[in-house]
């Protein structure tokens, strides 16, 4: 936990007030990253977030249509895609897939001594390992989560034209009735404070690995169980302040 | 830069580092003068490699001071010492390079992130660089595709890319053939002779540290045993020192030094067989 912290301040250091001191942080390591973390996760996160799309569609229209009340199932779907099911179901995928991977390669770098390596040579491990990933996942989840959003809804569509008869108008005019631009925000507002905990619980677990491969296995176990963990409190907790505070 | 001839590029006094209750390092005291080639030798586990680290400073004492440049160290902060490491290169066992960059990458990664060259002039040290070590036209290999012997002349073409007044070597010579390892001597020599650089070698390669040295420290259970020029490191009447220099199975020297080392950061985890009968009891 006292390394968690200070992980984050150095972090908040190298990200706010170094580059105010001349110390940019360099372009290329970011990008690499970015497309590391978030432009090969689009296939995944897409097949997530159309199959949630579907099985949304499919539930409440069951539970709707006895009420005679099918024309609501793009309302419902739309809102627990934008409000819930997509930041969070987007967000356990990254974690599996980008979160651990973090972990496991800043592990096997710290056992091999190449962090070692890299303070010896007066490079700061935080500015030239994390900050990049950091940087990254910030920008990439919330991309990753808004293309799910519109893949999601894009499944509920394809449910309700292919076995309600709905015409696309009706789909698109239910949902933007029902959803706000705040249902949007909330669920984007989500995904940033979910991006910092991933990100910083996967960077701390790979950089205080200690012993062998046996360590880095447990790292990577860890980053996984506690940025779960992790993610899902702090979703219950913005919505509480988001939709209940109100 | 304000270090004299007569006073030492590095001073250890009286250092003390314990693990658990061992003292791996029992008040040491040791001075490094410019243009010296000092080679620290000693058993496995002798803290040889702790003792580097001290010194480097990515382990701090239990107690005792080292002065690197006449600056004490312990007490310093990343940003400080930040400042003394951009003067000293570092060869690790293993090489250490980062296995996502290239050979070429490696070697110029020190001088892209503390110099304000050019992407070519960048290019043209690395390319000497990784000349003097015998690895020209390996630029753009991956650290997995070469050797464990070429990783190691990488790790010290980066090492040796900032041109540093001190280089600290970790078994340089481990894992390299013989004429490597005279091509890697001969390198340590030119610059120390040469260009007045001071370097510290671990080794356990006894042909290699005769070869280089200026003087010899011999370590044991965390103190230094023996020190001296070659010669009188040869000629020395210890037993212990006798039996390492000239690799004999019996002797003085205690075979069951790691035994009873506490690793703190692994909590040893017995087979499910044999569970308890490799416990450490009193942690």
């Known amino acids: 936990m006292k390394n968690y912290l200070q992980l984050n301040l150095s972090l908040l250091y190298w990200v706010f007030i170094a580059p105010f001191k001349g110390q940019f942080f360099k372009l290329s390591p970011i990008i690499r990253q970015m497309v590391f973390i978030g432009v090969r996760a689009v296939p995944m996160v897409a097949l997530t977030a159309l199959t949630i799309g579907i099985t949304?569609?499919?539930?409440?229209?069951?539970?709707?249509?006895?009420?005679?009340?099918?024309?609501?199932?793009?309302?419902?779907?739309?809102?627990?895609?934008?409000?819930?099911?997509?930041?969070?179901?987007?967000?356990?995928?990254v974690i599996g897939r980008s979160g651990s991977a973090v972990a496991a390669e800043l592990g096997t770098m710290k056992v091999s001594e190449e962090i070692e390596a890299l303070e010896v040579m007066a490079i700061n491990p935080v500015r030239f390992l994390i900050v990049p990933r950091f940087l990254a996942m910030l920008v990439m989840l919330p991309a990753l989560i808004i293309l799910g959003n519109y893949v999601g809804i894009f499944g509920g569509w394809l449910v309700c034209w292919l076995a309600l008869d709905f015409n696309v108008a009706g789909f698109i005019l239910g949902a933007l009735e029902s959803s706000d631009l705040w249902d949007l925000y909330s669920g984007v507002v989500k995904s940033v404070v979910f991006a910092w905990l991933v990100i910083t619980i996967a960077c701390n677990a790979g950089m205080h690995v200690e012993g062998g491969a046996e360590g880095v296995g447990q790292a990577t176990t860890k980053s996984v169980v506690h940025g779960l963990l992790a993610m899902l409190v702090s979703n219950a907790l913005l919505t509480v302040l988001f939709f209940f505070g109100r | 830069m304000n270090t004299t001839a007569d006073q030492p590029v590095i001073e250890v006094a009286d250092l003390y580092r314990t693990f658990g209750k061992r003292a791996v390092i029992n008040h040491l005291s040791l001075e490094i003068y410019r243009g010296e080639t000092l080679v620290i030798m000693g058993g496995s586990g002798c803290g040889k490699s702790t003792l580097l680290r001290h010194i480097i400073g990515v382990m701090k004492p239990t107690s005792g001071s080292i002065k690197i440049f006449g600056e004490e160290t312990t007490a310093m902060n990343e940003r400080e010492l930040t400042g003394i490491r951009r003067r000293f290169g570092m060869l690790f066992q293993s090489g250490a390079l980062l296995a996502s960059l290239t050979v070429g990458e490696n070697v110029a990664l020190p001088l892209i992130e503390h110099t304000k060259l050019t992407p070519d002039e960048i290019e043209q040290v690395v390319k000497d660089k990784l000349e003097i070590v015998g690895l020209k036209g390996f630029e753009r290999m991956k650290p997995a595709e070469i050797s464990g012997g070429m990783k190691k002349r990488v790790g010290l073409a980066r090492a040796l890319a900032l041109d540093p007044e001190l280089l600290f070597s970790d078994e340089p010579t481990s894992g390299l053939d013989p004429i490597m390892t005279a091509v890697v001597d001969r390198l340590t020599l030119d610059?120390?002779?040469?260009?007045?650089?001071?370097?510290?070698?671990?080794?356990?390669?006894?042909?290699?540290?005769?070869?280089?040295?200026?003087?010899?420290?011999?370590?044991?259970?965390?103190?230094?045993?023996?020190?001296?020029?070659?010669?009188?490191?040869?000629?020395?009447?210890?037993?212990?020192?006798?039996?390492?220099?000239?690799?004999?199975a019996d002797g003085p020297v205690p075979l069951n030094i790691s035994q009873d080392e506490d690793h703190p950061h692994i909590a040893p985890r017995p087979l499910v067989t044999a569970r308890g009968r490799f416990h450490n009891k009193t942690p």
């Open chain 1, 56 to 93: 949304l569609a499919m539930q409440s229209a069951r539970s709707l249509q006895q009420l005679g009340a099918e024309i609501y199932v793009p309302n419902l779907v739309t809102v627990a895609l934008l409000r819930e099911m997509g930041p969070v179901l987007i967000a356990v995928i």
């Open chain 2, 191 to 248: 610059l120390t002779r040469k260009r007045g650089m001071t370097a510290v070698v671990v080794t356990h390669d006894m042909t290699s540290a005769f070869r280089i040295a200026t003087r010899m420290i011999m370590l044991g259970r965390g103190s230094i045993i023996a020190q001296g020029t070659p010669d009188e490191i040869r000629n020395c009447d210890n037993p212990e020192v006798q039996q390492f220099i000239n690799g004999e």
